[in-house]
């Protein structure tokens, strides 16, 4: 089949259109940002203006993407030409052309959206769109070869972002990468956004921060409500919001960078907002899996081997003479779960620390979270020799944590719960009300309490999560 190209428009003007010059310049962004490596990414946000502005804050987020390989990248952007009421548009090409070369579209991918009426092709959409196309070189110079979904966005609401969102995890596995692409607050009278004229530096990073809030807590119908409310000119807030409407519970969203044009030429009667963000976590029902305690139980022979792991651990911290230990990870020990390890030492408790969002495999949460466990809880001393014996492990493999509109769905002995308020948290796991014996009430009297709150004060003002738990401990097995 002939190729049917489509070529930026984008080289000599948002960046060089020399192939040399344009590699050199991202690979210096790329070489300057900071990356603390995030593990399961599955998502970025990034800015799309010229290079010269925003090109560092996007590097932030691109230089995750160094070293790692997907097969494919959906890269989302809004439609800053051409109106579109409630559909997306993917062109019909094969590929699209920058100056560092051709990328290929997944257009076998594509042919599955097809069957959603919102899904359309119109390639004026794409001509001369900056959105998508700013994003490519930098994703070209990460990752090498992969295959393109370009997306364009017309403007969503909550039912529309979650139509398009429905459409694209039907057709998503664990080898995608999703990229949307979105300036924050555009300021100033050619913008026709003048909602303060004093501290402007610190109102725009105010305003900005409040809706990236929105978005790290994945409050899709308060996050456009905000805009509505501010008027604030987050252009890419369509993308946004179908990127919000995609992501499971129990997902991390993480800002890498922020900054402005204002910081750069010093002109803030004038001013565009950047930021990069890294999602982590796992898509939901990818590939046929789920994190759910239903379908995905952990064998007899998975708990005793995690158990053992966790006591070796432990052990080749404190004797330096401990021999190897051969485990056979299966599966289940690689699905990514929240973890926590609780010692015991005569029925009393000698040490409890883990993880509640699932980031990466069980087995090394486990691994970890045994260790802390018995060196680094700072409510006993570090765990000593003479004890290894006397201690009995217990290991709690989470759920993704999810949200409950009320305290009144919370089921004492099937849940664990996270208390959120204001600056304070705290969590109980799902067995510490049964083996206390305590009621609801009393729960969370107690889970205010350990936040640092009033025994009552969990009555308003709190946000649950709730998440369940397979425990095992070395007794039990």
């Keep these: 089949m002939e190729a049917q190209v489509l070529k930026s428009e984008l080289a000599g003007t948002w960046y060089t259109d020399n192939p040399d010059r344009l590699a050199h310049e991202i690979d210096a962004y790329l070489e300057v940002a900071e990356a603390r490596p995030i593990e399961n990414l599955m998502a970025l946000i990034l800015p799309h203006a010229g290079y010269r502005y925003s090109g560092m804050v996007a590097a932030h987020g691109v230089k995750q ?20 009421l409630g559909a997306v548009s993917i062109p019909d090409v ?14 076998e991918f594509v042919a599955g959206l097809r069957g959603d ?5 119109h390639i004026h959409a794409h001509m001369g769109e900056h959105s998508v196309q700013i994003e490519l070189p930098f994703l070209q110079r990460a990752l090498g070869e992969f295959k393109l979904v370009p997306v364009v966005c017309g403007e969503l609401g909550v039912s529309g972002a979650k139509g398009i969102a429905k459409t694209l995890l039907e057709n998503l596995d664990s080898e995608t990468l999703v990229v949307v692409s979105s300036d924050f607050t555009h300021y100033g009278r ?3 956004y003048l909602p303060f004229k004093d501290d402007i530096k ?3 990073e105010s305003l900005d921060l409040g809706a990236f809030r929105l978005i790290k807590e994945k409050k899709l119908p308060d996050f ?3 805009i509505e409310n501010t008027g604030a000119t987050i252009c890419g807030r369509s993308p946004i919001a179908v990127l919000l409407a995609m992501l499971p519970d129990g997902v991390n969203v993480e800002l890498l960078k922020y900054d402005t044009s204002g910081n750069l030429t010093g002109d803030w009667s004038h001013c565009v907002s950047y930021l990069s963000a890294a999602v982590s976590g796992r898509w939901k029902n ?5 994190s759910s305690v239903a379908q995905e139980q952990l064998s007899s022979s998975d708990k005793i081997q995690l158990l053992a792991l966790a006591r070796h651990k432990i052990a080749e911290r404190i004797r ?18 929240g973890a926590f390890v609780t010692l015991h030492k005569q029925g009393q408790l000698r040490g409890c620390i883990g993880e509640i969002f699932p980031r990466r495999a069980l087995f090394e949460a486990v691994a970890e979270q045994a260790v802390n466990a018995a060196f680094h809880d700072p409510r006993f001393p570090r765990l000593r020799e003479d004890e290894l014996g006397e201690i009995d492990i217990e290991i709690s493999a989470l759920t993704a944590p999810h949200s409950v509109e009320s305290h009144e769905d919370i089921e004492i002995g099937r849940h664990g719960v996270v208390l959120y308020k204001g600056m304070h948290t705290a969590v109980f796991l799902p067995q510490v009300a049964p083996e206390q014996g305590w009621d609801l009430e009393t729960t969370l009297s107690h889970l205010a309490m350990k936040a640092g709150l009033g025994a009552n004060d969990w009555e308003s003002g709190c946000e649950f999560h709730v998440f369940e738990a397979i425990v095992f401990s070395e007794k039990s097995e």
């Design 117 to 121: 009426e919102a899904f359309q092709s």
């Design 190 to 192: 050619s913008f026709g």
């Design 224 to 226: 456009l409500q905000y």
């Design 202 to 204: 610190q109102n725009l």
């Design 320 to 337: 330096k003479d401990e021999p190897d230990l051969s485990l056979e990870i299966s599966p289940a020990m690689q699905e990514v779960m």
């Design 65 to 84: 993407l160094v070293a790692r390989t997907y097969s494919r990248v959906i890269v989302m952007g809004p439609s800053h030409r051409m109106p579109m």
């Design 94 to 107: 094969s590929h699209i052309e920058t100056p560092l070369g051709r990328i290929e579209i997944d257009r």
């Design 286 to 290: 990818v590939d046929g899996a789920s």
